[in-house]
């Protein structure tokens, strides 16, 4: 009711004024995921009508309405999201992007460009990275920014607050004494960094999309911008390697700040392997010992550095660089708690992102000179357990490819007289090389046709050395 004669009254208004504040009470009381379709559509009419006042009004309505709006729009898989994308005109998105560059343009405290970019986290998080990008027409302000200059303006604010945050927080942690009074201070920039590192990942995959083509044809970004966010993204990257070398110095490893940190190296990491190789290298063991500050273990740490990972290992140097510090083992454990019963859950994808780092180590361990160790059996009872839940053709070979590699560095004999190593697990070993040698590989998939080749050599090359596998797999297919 109040929103509608708010579409009514004159811009500006003290009555508009008084609308918004008596919306705003309103507004924080809202259960917006028990509310039937009716409402949620009403209330989507009423993100819009927001977006509009964000927009065009500049007094303190325009705070309001920010305010409002990243409430609304923050709250995590909420049922308003689909109602959102479901509206067919793009106005309201327009309207959001120009109050956005409206309060990152001019000088406004700190804690409102906050919530400036934490809305425009929240509208990539809704609508997809590429909203970032998109060229949208506004109909009642010509002033809009282009989309280059309004995808830097967000990236250079946010790189900004970072900077200032990651300097306050070292502050704050290793260098203040009052730490009775600074406890709160330094969860509520904790909190803060969360949402730029967030803002900033999204900003990552958009200027990866943008470079590499993928993604709706809708970016319009020129390669001078993309080059322009690449080289403040590696200085930003560079500042929170700082950062955590800082914590590493002061003998620091556990904190939800140091495991975001971790999770935006990785991120940027992934799409640049070799970017800040220098510092990479050196923090890369401690990196791998972060933990959250309810965890009790380094898993999430590790997982974000996976992409990574499975790319520098290609290079011996990078299997060196693993290998000095034992790492393999680590990434070798967070693949096995990955497939645990009652253990921490994780998506295919970062399986296969370990089995490929892990493959790829194996293939340079005669230039690395890796004693074989008993992480290597747990490893061949995880991936038996990994291929005993799917059908799939990637599955199957990606498991079977490691399987044949891990077989290769021992014997039937030997791994019978390991504890918790049966002939049920031999079994099952030799279950999975059979339905990777009869999988049939379709002709464009380079990937499984190179597996399939690492398998059928290396099984060639212990057959004799594993009787019982040797007998079930040559039932079963002609090698």
């Given at each position: 009711m109040i929103f509608l004669q708010i579409l009514s009254l004159t811009d500006g208004s003290k009555c508009v004024e008084l609308a918004i504040n008596l919306l705003q009470l309103l507004v924080h009381k809202l259960k917006v995921d028990t509310m039937s379709s009716e409402k949620l559509q009403g209330m989507t009419r009423m993100v819009t009508c927001l977006a509009r006042i964000f927009a065009v009004l500049h007094t303190a309505v325009k705070f309001d309405a920010l305010h409002m709006l990243?409430?609304?729009?923050?709250?995590?898989?909420?049922?308003?999201?689909?109602?959102?994308?479901?509206?067919?005109?793009?106005?309201?998105?327009?309207?959001?992007?120009?109050?956005?560059?409206?309060?990152?343009?001019?000088?406004?405290?700190?804690?409102?460009?906050?919530?400036?970019?934490?809305?425009?986290?929240?509208?990539?998080?809704?609508?997809g990275e590429d909203w970032l990008s998109e060229d949208f027409e506004v109909q009642d302000n010509q002033?809009?920014?282009?989309?280059?200059?309004?995808?830097?303006?967000?990236?250079?604010?946010?790189?900004?607050?970072?900077?200032?945050?990651?300097?306050e927080l070292a502050y704050l942690k290793y260098e203040s004494s009052k730490i009775s009074q600074t406890d709160e201070a330094i969860s509520q920039k904790q909190r803060n960094l969360a949402i730029l590192f967030s803002l900033i990942e999204r900003i990552i995959k958009?200027?990866?999309?943008?470079?590499s083509g993928e993604g709706a044809p809708i970016h319009t970004i020129r390669e001078s911008t993309i080059m322009q966010a690449i080289t403040g993204l590696n200085e930003t990257i560079n500042l929170v390697l700082d950062f955590l070398q800082d914590a590493k110095d002061h003998g620091q490893w556990k904190g939800d700040d140091l495991l975001a940190a971790a999770r935006i190296v990785g991120s940027y990491l992934a799409e640049a392997p070799y970017a800040c190789k220098e510092k990479t290298g050196n923090l890369l063991e401690f990196i791998f010992s972060i933990e959250g500050q309810d965890e009790s273990s380094s898993f999430y740490s590790i997982c974000f550095m996976l992409p990574m990972l499975s790319q520098i290992t290609m290079e011996v140097d990078g299997c060196r660089t693993l290998a000095s510090f034992g790492g393999h083992k680590a990434v070798i454990d967070c693949l096995v708690k990955m497939t645990e019963q009652g253990g921490m859950t994780i998506d295919n994808g970062s399986m296969f992102l370990a089995c490929d780092t892990i493959i790829n180590f194996m293939s340079n361990m005669k230039s690395v000179h890796i004693p074989v160790d008993y992480c290597f059996i747990r490893l061949l009872k995880a991936l038996v357990t990994w291929a005993g839940t799917t059908d799939a053709s990637s599955v199957t070979m990606t498991a079977s490819c490691l399987c044949v590699m891990l077989l290769d560095m021992t014997s039937e004999k030997f791994l019978l007289s390991c504890s918790h190593f049966d002939a049920n697990i031999l079994g099952s070993l030799s279950e999975i090389i059979i339905r990777s040698l009869q999988q049939d590989i379709p002709d464009d998939d380079s990937e499984q046709f190179k597996q399939k080749q690492i398998i059928v050599s290396g099984y060639k090359r212990w057959a004799d050395r594993f009787p019982r596998v040797k007998d079930v797999v040559e039932q079963h297919v002609s090698v």
């Open positions: 990243t409430f609304l729009l923050s709250q995590k898989e909420s049922p308003l999201h689909d109602f959102l994308r479901s509206i067919p005109a793009s106005i309201w998105e327009s309207h959001i992007r120009v109050g956005i560059t409206a309060i990152l343009q001019n000088r406004v405290v700190s804690s409102e460009k906050l919530h400036a970019l934490l809305l425009a986290e929240c509208m990539m998080s809704i609508l002033n809009v920014l282009s989309v280059d200059k309004f995808v830097l303006l967000v990236l250079e604010s946010a790189r900004v607050e970072v900077a200032v945050l990651l300097n958009m200027i990866s999309n943008a470079s």
